[in-house]
């Protein structure tokens, strides 16, 4: 069919001798056949011919060549001027006879004719001119056509040849029928050899079955394009992976073949697979660190509740009396305590924030349960010689929304973090609501500041300002806000940070309000569940320490009480605080009423036992 297509397009540049020539040369034959107008109306008129007919003779020969040569402008004015000529010769020169009476150039009468007759000599002169005219245009119009799509061809052509990827034409069966140069690079097998060759050939074998699938699907399906990546076995048994995009060709409503396009993504396939590979084994790092964490700081807890149990029975004299000097040490080795669980509590937050194992409970609560908080946190700023100032707006609805346990556990960073690196001043907690569906706190310093370099760094985990050995005073291992930053954003929030060097800093948290939740309620509505959940939330904030062995069971049972109780944050409540001494109490009455277990009075007993 397209050779069928091509014959007759080769044909009509035969027969079309003038479509080479440019529009000069038209008009300069235009020009010609004015001249030659000129000439054959006077050597006509000149030798006795009618003048009618001696003009429409030149007319004629006129109006064919400027069709033929294509110029529609010069064709269209000489059917008009042979119009006219025609209407002016039978009403100028026929008589009321409707005869018309011919004069040589002597102007002596030489014939008459009917104006019938010559008009319909007129009219058939006309037609025919204009049918000349016509299909010259026609033709020319037509081999413009050719030529503009054989120009567009070779322009396809050259671009499908030039290009490094390969394209291809195949039947339906799947073998090729045309393939670009290229795939003699890609593949190295000749143009010849391809041609003939299925598709199916050239794929690898294990990937052959996947990729019939994949394209039969395409066929029954009617997809008009589909890009697939599979790879190919070469000449040399060289393997590579290509990205092929196939469009069906349709006859109609039936599917006749494919052509398609083919990429070498060899090297962009190796450098995927090496980022795969890579964050592959980022993930199990992880996994791993997670893990290790998690494992490290359980194993931590064990002995660690040990040594914190032993040295308060001590402290409170249960082995005996104590020398304030021994007192304060023992206070010393509580304190160390109490920082190594915050630090152990640290790292298993960070192990589940991490992955992804973290539980929240997310629940109503009055505003005024932050006061309860500060109670705790107020005595820890101002032993540090510093101010503390808390303002909760007017304007906090009744009910305010989020993890109560993991707020306290985020304010308590914030507040520890802001007492640590404030020497003299202030440390501030505002609770307010910025609009409708949030509310806000804030916790501000008065301390150094942090640097404006290193500003968009304090969220990030182990990150601290000063990572030397030598930090003084600021201890830790640089988790607290690292945590508080995720913590929030579990929670659906957001915090940010504002810091002027010298002056201070501030932390914002953000929360979001339910809908449920934004109405203003009665104290009734709120303190019923809020009860249930500040019972489940004390319940859940103390773990109990695990005791591994039986020593350590003996040692807990002969001081006849459990485990110390350890608040989330590293400082302990006032419940907390209640419960030790009401455990001390117990122990001293069990002691007295109980004369085995009853600790020695006397001095040398005291220092046997010591």
């Not at 033709?139 to 396809?156: D, S």
């Not at 607290?480 to 930053?485: F, R, T």
């Not at 940070?497 to 104290?523: C, H, L, N």
Request: charged share 25%.
């Amino acid at each position: 069919m397209a050779q069928d297509a091509r014959d007759s397009e080769d044909f009509l540049e035969r027969i079309m001798f003038v479509a080479g020539w440019s529009t000069r040369r038209r008009w300069r034959v235009a020009l010609l056949a004015l001249v030659a107008f000129v000439v054959i109306s006077t050597v006509s008129y000149a030798f006795g011919f009618p003048q009618t007919v001696a003009l429409f003779l030149a007319v004629t020969y006129l109006l064919a060549t400027c069709g033929l040569v294509g110029l529609p402008g010069a064709w269209l004015l000489g059917i008009l001027a042979f119009l006219t000529l025609a209407i002016n010769s039978i009403l100028l020169y026929s008589d009321v006879y409707g005869e018309v009476h011919v004069h040589n150039a002597a102007g002596l009468y030489t014939n008459t004719f009917s104006a019938a007759i010559i008009l319909s000599q007129f009219v058939v002169v006309m037609i025919v001119s204009t049918a000349v005219g016509a299909v010259g245009m026609l033709l020319m119009r037509t081999h413009q056509e050719v030529v503009a799509r054989r120009h567009t061809e070779a322009r396809y052509r050259l671009l499908v040849e030039e290009t490094s990827d390969v394209a291809y034409i195949s039947d339906l069966n799947g073998h090729f029928t045309y393939v670009s140069p290229s795939a003699t690079k890609l593949t190295g097998y000749k143009r010849e050899q391809l041609v003939g060759m299925h598709y199916l050939e050239l794929v690898v074998p294990e990937w052959q079955e996947a990729t019939l699938a994949f394209y039969k699907e395409q066929f029954h399906s009617g997809l008009p394009e589909t890009i697939f990546l599979f790879p190919i076995i070469c000449a040399d048994g060289d393997r590579r992976w290509v990205e092929q995009t196939v469009v069906l060709e349709t006859d109609g409503d039936k599917v006749s073949g494919f052509h398609a396009l083919v990429r070498d993504v060899t090297d962009r396939k190796r450098v995927e697979d090496e980022l795969q590979s890579a964050r592959d084994k980022a993930v199990r790092a992880s996994r791993f660190k997670s893990q290790l964490l998690a494992n490290v700081s359980h194993d931590l807890r064990i002995p660690l509740s040990s040594i914190m149990l032993i040295a308060e029975m001590l402290q409170k004299g249960y082995y005996g009396d104590v020398s304030e000097e021994q007192e304060e040490r023992l206070q010393i080795i509580r304190d160390s305590g109490a920082m190594l669980q915050l630090l152990i509590k640290n790292l298993l937050d960070e192990a589940q924030l991490e992955a992804g194992k973290l539980e929240l409970k997310m629940q109503p609560f009055p505003p005024e349960y932050f006061l309860n908080i500060t109670s705790v946190l107020k005595p820890l700023v101002e032993q540090r010689g510093l101010r503390w100032e808390e303002d909760l707006a007017d304007n906090l609805p009744s009910v305010l929304y989020g993890d109560v346990d993991r707020l306290k556990q985020i304010l308590s960073n914030l507040v520890t973090n802001a007492a640590k690196f404030t020497r003299k001043g202030k440390v501030k907690l505002r609770v307010f609501q910025p609009d409708n569906a949030h509310w806000t706190f804030e916790v501000s310093d008065t301390g150094k500041g942090i640097a404006q370099n290193v500003l968009s760094h304090v969220f990030e985990p182990f990150w601290q300002e000063d990572g030397s050995i030598t930090r003084g005073e600021q201890t830790g291992i640089g988790l607290g806000l690292s945590i508080v930053k995720q913590l929030t954003t579990c929670m659906d929030g957001s915090i940010t940070v504002d810091s002027i060097e010298g002056e201070g800093t501030t932390f914002t948290a953000t929360f979001p309000i339910p809908d449920a939740y934004r109405q203003q309620k009665t104290e009734e509505q709120v303190a019923e569940p809020f009860v249930e959940a500040d019972a489940e939330i004390t319940q859940t904030s103390k773990p109990t320490l695990p005791i591994p062995d039986e020593a350590d069971a003996e040692l807990l049972e002969e001081g006849g009480r459990e485990p110390l109780n350890q608040s989330t944050d590293g400082v302990p409540s006032e419940a907390e605080e209640s419960a030790a001494a009401k455990s001390s109490a117990e122990v001293s009455s069990e002691d007295a009423d109980e004369e085995p277990t009853q600790p020695p009075t006397s001095d040398d007993e005291k220092s046997q036992n010591a």
